[in-house]
């Protein structure tokens, strides 16, 4: 099931059938068309107001007791606990993913690092020195400041640029990628990584998230849609104005379709930005059409599938594809304006917390 980050295609969905809308698989509403597509005004066909924000526990999983929610965040990254989380959301909610936005819970056991902006354009030039070309789409996402997240990344640039940050700070990289041609930044591939069977969780090195990681850091102990409320649903399926999605993300309707630079809407109880809307984020694990492994530290693996996970939405989808719960898949090599990411990190008890990749003059 691959597809382009024009047309994003969503896991939610049978396999091998390409749906370009997240939640479309299985789903009763006939969800169809391009992501790209808009329409629709500000409060026009409105069935069903946003609301505020919802906090765990989610109803039904009351047993996990989440982890405080508070910002602890230095020099760009974020720290969050170790805790009991609920990915995926209730039957009910509208674009619900048959198979992969199914509720599950997961027990996250160590504390995590997180970037507290996505990876910058002047924080990749610090550990890349090489910006990407030679994609797909003529379409730099429309950002060119340092400020700006930096775009057009494959999941294998991605993951060299974590290994190269973690050589730079002394720690061990956590993948090894095998049989690579062509050049960082224009063109690399590989042919997968050494020890795909090994888990991520247990690495010092900085590295991608893990699909639960992304979900735990992006609701930040919220259960609704979106950290700031729900979802408004309309009785059409257009590019349509949310009121919650606005105030945390660059999606659709407000990013005149183009990224935008970090921190320009709110933060996160966890004081993470952007981590819905603007742009994907690469994860670490594959992609499935299965309901997501539950349990302890779960799919921490890179494992040999080409097809790779992106979360969060981006600046071109539509307010249902934004929602904590989305997910969407690309294979690794793909390239594309949309196609971002943010590193992570364990922390093991004595581990001693990053400090910012650009030093501050």
Request: net charge negative; hydrophobic share 30%.
């Amino acid at each position: 099931m691959m597809c382009s980050l024009a047309a994003a295609c969503s896991c939610n969905q049978h396999p091998g059938v390409v749906d370009p809308e997240p939640g479309g698989g299985g789903t009763s509403n006939g969800v169809g068309g391009s992501p790209l597509s808009s329409g629709g005004g500000a409060g026009n066909g409105v069935l069903e107001p946003g609301t505020g924000p919802e906090y765990a526990p989610a109803p039904g999983f009351e047993n996990c007791k989440h982890a405080e929610v508070k910002e602890d965040c230095e020099s760009g990254w974020c720290r969050l606990p170790p805790s009991c989380l609920v990915i995926g959301s209730p039957e009910d909610t509208w674009h619900h993913g048959r198979y992969t936005e199914i509720q599950t819970e997961v027990i996250l056991t160590h504390s995590i690092e997180v970037q507290q902006m996505e990876m910058n354009r002047a924080e990749w030039k610090a550990i890349v020195s090489v910006l990407p070309s030679g994609y797909k789409q003529g379409d730099d996402g429309g950002c060119s400041e340092d400020s700006c997240p930096i775009n057009n990344t494959t999941w294998w640039e991605a993951i060299h640029a974590a290994n190269l940050l973690s050589e730079q700070r002394g720690l061990k990289p956590c993948y090894a990628p095998v049989n690579c041609v062509g050049e960082l930044g224009k063109g690399l591939t590989c042919e997968g990584v050494a020890e795909p069977e090994k888990s991520v969780y247990e690495c010092e090195g900085y590295r991608l998230p893990t699909w639960a990681e992304a979900e735990y850091a992006a609701r930040a102990g919220t259960v609704s849609d979106f950290y700031t409320g729900n979802l408004t649903v309309y009785d059409n399926n257009d590019c349509n104005f949310d009121e919650n999605l606005d105030a945390a993300g660059w999606y659709c309707f407000n990013s005149e379709n183009r990224a935008h630079p970090g921190g320009k809407k709110v933060a996160n109880g966890f004081g993470l930005y952007d981590v819905l809307g603007n742009l994907f984020e690469w994860v670490n694990e594959s992609d499935r059409t299965t309901q997501a492994q539950g349990g302890k530290d779960p799919k921490g693996q890179p494992d040999t599938f080409a097809e790779k996970m992106l979360y969060g939405g981006a600046y071109h989808i539509k307010p249902y594809g934004c929602d904590a719960a989305s997910i969407f898949a690309a294979s690794w090599d793909v390239r594309g304006g949309p196609a971002g990411f943010r590193l992570y990190r364990t922390l093991f008890e004595d581990s001693v917390r990053s400090k910012a990749i650009v030093s501050e003059k």
